[in-house]
T-cell receptor, first 111, second 114 residues
Framework: GQNIDQPTEMTATEGAIVQINCTYQ??????LFWYQQHAGEAPTFLSY????GLEEKGRFSSFLSRSKGYSYLLLKELQMKDSASYLC????????????FGAGTTVTVRA | DAGVTQSPTHLIKTRGQQVTLRCSPK?????VSWYQQALGQGPQFIFQ???????QRGNFPDRFSGHQFPNYSSELNVNALLLGDSALYLC?????????????FGPGTRLTVL
């Protein structure tokens, strides 16, 4: 089975940094995605990790530890437009094409 | 370049009715997946279509069925609607020639069952 856990909500101030953790226990692992989803809109791709380590992309960075079943998404220099739900998703592996999602973390950025 | 498109945007049905949702994949993509997203939850995988066949299915009852056409577009059909089927239905497309399983999502169809 698939078990993917994220915190439900986080609040931070504009300009600050927030780290969203994701832990997973899945029957297989072939990579981990982070998606951003604004209310009422489609999820949009933020990052993909398949190897251990940190991937940096502008204000967003994502980290993966396969041995610990752990990832985090780091959002720096927060802006009001970053208020959204952030979804962690695992792609399980060979011949398993689905994305298994966590419930999402709602981030609220306050002025 | 048009992304993934879905129709209709919103739909209201009553219990017991049937519904068909439609999806056109991103240009160059040959694979379509369908997800159900209940309020406050992450998307749940329904099934994936490739080469006009259902390649993989999630834990959804047979009331949920689909189809993929030669132009790669897809339909999701739900029969005998239940109140619990109320959700956002997301279509995602991908390419088998892609370097990894990145799926591009459409804006979704919001289904309300009364």
């Amino acid at each position: 089975g698939q078990n993917i856990d994220q915190p439900t909500e986080m609040t931070a101030t504009e300009g600050a940094i927030v780290q969203i953790n994701c832990t997973y226990q899945t029957s297989g692992f072939n990579g981990l995605f982070w998606y951003q989803q604004h209310a009422g809109e489609a999820p949009t791709f933020l990052s993909y990790n398949v190897l251990d380590g940190l991937e940096e992309k502008g204000r967003f960075s994502s980290f993966l530890s396969r041995s610990k079943g752990y990832s985090y998404l780091l959002l720096k220099e927060l802006q009001m437009k970053d208020s959204a739900s952030y979804l962690c998703a695992v792609t399980p592996g060979y011949n398993d094409y689905k994305l298994s999602f966590g419930a999402g973390t709602t981030v609220t950025v306050r002025a | 370049d048009a992304g993934v498109t879905q129709s209709p945007t919103h739909l209201i049905k009553t219990r017991g009715q049937q519904v068909t949702l439609r999806c056109s994949p991103k240009s160059g993509h040959d694979t379509v997946s369908w997800y159900q997203q209940a309020l406050g939850q992450g998307p749940q995988f329904i099934f994936q279509y490739y080469e006009e066949e259902e390649r993989q299915r999630g834990n959804f009852p047979d009331r949920f069925s689909g189809h993929q056409f030669p132009n790669y577009s897809s339909e999701l059909n739900v029969n005998a609607l239940l109140l619990g089927d109320s959700a956002l239905y997301l279509c995602a497309s991908s390419s088998t020639s892609g370097s990894y399983n990145e799926q591009f999502f459409g804006p979704g169809t919001r289904l309300t069952v009364l």
